[in-house]
């Protein structure tokens, strides 16, 4: 048998050590919350919607953006000294 407790406890420590967020704030399954989208960059995650479930599921479909930025490196600098 699983000690579901003893799961979420895990989960839970490792969201709060993590520095993780839950983005999303809106009920997907009737009027429960029950879908995470976590990140421990609180900038990253966006425009988070929800759209009718898939089929036939009972779950929201959770709709969002990551705004993802990349720098660019000089060529010749990646692993000089």
Do not use: W
Not at 26 to 34: D, E, H, K, Q, Y
Not at 58 to 78: E, M, N, Q
């Amino acid at each position: 048998m699983i000690d579901t407790d003893y799961i979420s406890t895990l989960f839970t420590g490792f969201v709060r050590t993590g520095g993780f967020t839950q983005f999303v704030n809106l009920s997907t399954r009737g009027n429960n919350l029950l879908d995470l989208v976590l990140s421990n960059d609180s900038e990253i995650v966006c425009n988070i919607s929800s759209k009718l479930p898939l089929r036939h599921s009972d779950h929201s479909v959770i709709d969002f953006k990551l705004d993802v930025r990349t720098v660019a490196v000089p060529v010749g600098t990646v692993g000089t000294r």
